[in-house]
């Protein structure tokens, strides 16, 4: 296959990041440095988990001003719940806030990216849907991740589903990326073990995607290798949830993101997104859901993803798709080939030549 150097050709990565066990606590004086005697308050979107489980909610420095938001975390973000999010937000805060937190796994990473850009663009999350649509900076924003996987941390993306329309779709711009990120692997102790997994594969699917892609970047390549690196290391070890492999998937997953952010994924996203929207998968076990069709477009990865979950005795659910209704397979094929960049990326231009109507039945079916 040929490579093309014309992916994205200059790409903007996190400004600040800060890695080590114990490094919440930083968060205190990186919020002072922001407030300012005109402007003091903070807005921390935090992980519903931790309203009742554990006391980080507890540890982290909300002053009286502050504003405290659980992000209720069951379904993935919808731009009409994102909307909701910022209308409390100016309901309660008397200007701008000088800074946003979000606490919590890809879903309450970019709830809080996607509320900083509104807070200063202004409009609706849905009119952001896109490439390079929103003009204005966002408000200063910090991600403090607590399960490790999908790079949210360090990309320029914030994935939404619009339900009026069916689009699943990020704001996919250079203010979305956080200006600081806390690395703290004490926070992914209480992950349960599927989810740990799930999400943890999802750095490893970005990086096989976006190596076997056509549209590369040589940094980009790096950071995959090394992310595939880790993972390996991780989810092939006896305790994929040692402290010493917590530590090494929350580096995979910022390298990770760091990868798609100078790259585009493949075959894989485009199908999960599919299960997504059509049947209301989650994107991390949707994306281990059609790694069980994906032999013929990553054979060794294939074999390498299955003894992984072998390794770790997890679950990945099967036979989603065995046996439904023809207008369903429709709407998982639409869903699927909708996604022209990652399939060309994979495929070239003429994807649609491969992955016809029947061929993607067949394939779902797999699942
Ligand atoms: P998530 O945010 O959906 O959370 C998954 C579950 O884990 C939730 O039930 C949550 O409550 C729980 N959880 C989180 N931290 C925990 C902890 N420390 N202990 C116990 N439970 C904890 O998880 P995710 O898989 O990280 O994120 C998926 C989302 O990320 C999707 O919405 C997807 O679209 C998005 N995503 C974004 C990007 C990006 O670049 N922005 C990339 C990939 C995926
Ligand atoms: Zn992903």
């Known amino acids: 296959m040929k490579t093309l150097r014309t992916g994205i050709s200059n790409a903007r990565h996190v400004t ?8 919440r606590k930083l968060l205190a004086n990186l919020l002072d440095a922001r407030r300012s005697d005109e402007n003091t308050s903070v807005v921390f979107f935090v992980d519903h988990h931790f309203e009742k489980n554990e006391t980080l909610a507890d540890q982290l420095p909300v002053e009286q001003e502050d504003l405290l938001i659980f992000v209720d975390t069951t379904n993935e973000p919808t731009t009409e719940g994102i909307d909701q999010l910022v209308a409390q937000v100016r309901e309660k805060c008397e200007q701008i806030p000088c800074a946003l937190v979000g606490v919590g796994g890809g879903a309450t990473l970019d709830t809080a990216k996607a509320a900083a850009n ?30 490790s996987g999908t790079g949210a941390e360090a990309t320029r993306t914030c994935v939404m589903t619009n339900k009026r329309t069916g689009l699943k779709l990020g704001m996919n711009s250079d203010y979305t990326v956080y200006d600081q990120v806390i690395l703290d692997p004490d926070l992914t102790a209480t992950v349960p073990r599927d989810q740990y997994f799930w999400t943890g594969m999802d750095a490893y699917i970005h990086c096989i995607e976006s190596l076997a892609g056509h549209y590369r970047n040589a940094i980009g390549d790096a950071f995959s290798r090394q992310t595939l690196a880790l993972c390996r290391e991780v989810f092939l070890s006896d305790d994929m949830q040692s402290p010493e492999n917590r530590e090494k998937l929350m580096v995979a997953s910022y390298l990770g993101g760091g990868a798609i952010a100078s790259s585009y994924v493949g075959v894989v996203h485009p199908f999960s997104a ?22 013929e477009f990553y054979p060794k990865e294939f074999n390498e993803f299955w003894s992984m979950v072998d390794q770790q005795q997890v679950h990945i659910p099967k036979g989603l798709c065995s046996d439904l209704q023809e207008e369903k397979y429709e709407l998982l094929y639409d869903s699927t080939v909708i996604h022209e960049k990652p399939l060309t990326n994979a495929l070239g231009e003429q994807f649609r030549r491969i992955l016809s109507p029947s061929r993607t039945k067949e394939l779902f079916q797999r699942m």
């Open 118 to 147: 509104l807070l200063t663009n202004g409009g609706k999350a849905e009119e952001y849907q896109g490439w390079d649509l929103v003009k204005k900076p966002g408000v200063y924003k910090i991600a403090i991740p607590t399960i």
């Open 16 to 23: 600040h990041y800060s890695f080590g066990f114990g490094n």
């Open 274 to 295: 599919g299960l997504s929207v059509v049947l209301g998968a989650h994107h991390c076990v949707a994306n281990c859901i059609t790694m069980r069709a994906m032999e």
